[in-house]
């Protein structure tokens, strides 16, 4: 491995900042020389992370690079134009795919600069080594000579850029959005990660709060029916009113700290997920609403439908919300509801088709909000948590769920969930 080393300009300050030493030869470990005001060096560690997307912009920055380059000539080429794009450059050189392996585990780098084709290995190899090592470090490949589609195959594999040889000019800028690209993807997987956090502990805050509140509410719940039963009568006329106003709104707020247990329980349960026949799971949806299916005399019936990986408790929960609501919010039709599903590329599209009132398309999102209703309590009863406890489902299982409708003429709610590969034995990869 060839490290690179001489001193940094005195003052420290970067090469863009003030008048620029003249350059000095750099002596490769193996000996091999180049000229450079740069530093390219040692194996301190030390990075220059620091440099923020303002320095930047100010085309004024220290630069950690790694260079996959055998030829001192070419290194030199390349210092010379990232020290005149206004870069300050310390790193190391690999020549070969372990020195190059060995030089990303100890050290930290902006990025890599890497020829395409070197005697032993190529630069995209980098690339490959990169995600081996779990690291997101910008590798452009500097190259005499790079055709076009392999230009196009190499930066869909995951290289940032590619710059020729005989226009290095065109370097400094090529580092500089590489590594601008390269933060904003950091912070968007950093916000990213935050609000996953935020989320889980919101969602672990509902689960409490519903779950604590439980049973202080079925106390307000039973005395004050209690107050109604004995009482009625007994006092004045307004006061029986208050009195049931205490007791709806005790039972009201029952059944929304339930459903709302209901909703972040979703995300609690350490989830059994394994292959699950639909056909099964639609069947038992229907036995468990059996008494509304019958008082409503609604229809339901369903195609045969796939395998899917899922919680079979969850899947049935889906199949029953949908269900019980095209039951629900039926039309003036006698109800029929149908459960089909097909294969569309690599996912189910599973559609259950009612007859019922139907949505306005304008509505059609944020009926999945949690306790987003259309109507008011008395017109429909319910919560509005039904289809959002469908969506977290369906989502969790990296599937999406919408609805297709026009008010009048029915609604077919879709939901998708990945094809599972069948291999003799009902076993998709966890
Ligand atoms: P809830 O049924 O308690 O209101 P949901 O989350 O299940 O809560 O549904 C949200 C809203 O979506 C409902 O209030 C209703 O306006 C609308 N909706 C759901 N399913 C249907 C359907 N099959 N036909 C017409 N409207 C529906």
Same mark, same amino acid.
């Given at each position: 491995m060839a490290t690179l080393s001489t001193n940094t300009?005195?003052?420290?300050?970067?090469? !863009?900042?003030g008048p620029r030493p003249k350059p000095q030869p750099l002596q490769t470990s193996s000996g091999s020389s180049v000229s450079a005001n740069t530093h390219l060096a040692?194996?301190? !560690?030390?990075?220059? +992370?620091?440099?923020s997307l303002r320095d930047l912009e100010k085309n004024v920055c220290k630069l950690r690079a790694l260079l996959v380059e055998d030829d001192a000539a070419d290194v030199e080429l390349m210092l010379q134009a990232l020290r005149k794009g206004g870069f300050e450059v310390n790193g190391d050189i690999a020549r070969t795919s372990e020195e190059f392996t060995d030089r990303v585990r100890r050290n930290s780098y902006d990025v890599v600069l890497a020829d395409y084709k070197l005697p032993n290995w190529n630069g995209m190899e980098s690339v490959e080594t990169m995600r081996r090592e779990g690291l997101d470090i910008p590798v452009i490949l500097v190259t005499g000579s790079l055709g076009e589609h392999t230009a196009v195959d190499c930066i869909k594999q995951g290289a940032a850029d590619y710059v020729l040889k005989d226009n290095l000019s065109r370097l400094p800028e090529s580092v500089r959005r590489a590594i601008r690209e390269n933060k904003l993807r950091e912070e968007h997987k950093q916000s990213q990660e935050d609000l996953a956090r935020s989320c889980q502990d919101l969602e672990q805050f509902a689960y409490i709060a519903s779950h604590d509140l439980q049973e202080p509410l079925r106390m307000v719940a039973a005395y004050t029916q209690l107050l109604a039963e004995r009482y009625r009568g007994k006092l004045d006329a307004d006061a029986d009113k208050y009195i049931q106003y205490a007791v709806d709104g005790a039972l009201r707020m029952q059944t929304l700290v339930q459903d709302l247990l209901a909703f972040s329980r979703v995300g609690q349960q350490g989830l059994d997920i394994q292959n699950t026949k639909s056909n099964l799971a639609v069947e038992t949806a229907v036995k468990n609403l059996y008494a509304t299916i019958h008082e409503s005399g609604a229809l339901v019936t369903h195609d045969c439908l796939p395998v899917v990986y899922a919680n079979a408790p969850q899947l049935v929960q889906v199949f029953q919300n949908l269900i019980a609501n095209a039951i629900k919010f039926?039309?003036?039709?006698p109800i029929a509801i149908h459960v089909s599903a097909c294969k569309s590329g690599k996912e189910w599209v599973f559609s259950v088709t009612d007859n019922g009132i139907g949505i306005a398309p304008e509505h059609a999102e944020i009926? $999945?909000?949690? $306790? +987003?209703?259309?109507?008011t309590h008395a017109e429909y009863p319910g919560n509005g948590i039904g289809l959002a406890i469908c969506k977290k489902i369906i989502e969790r299982r990296g599937g999406k769920i919408w609805v297709e409708s026009q008010p009048g003429q029915g609604s077919t709610f879709k939901f998708t969930f990945p094809v599972v590969e069948l291999k003799g034995e009902l076993r998709p990869p966890r």
């Open positions: 300009n005195a003052s420290g300050a970067p090469s !863009g900042c040692t194996d301190q !560690g030390g990075v220059s +992370k620091d440099h039926r039309g003036a039709e009926i $999945f909000v949690t $306790f +987003k209703r259309l109507h």
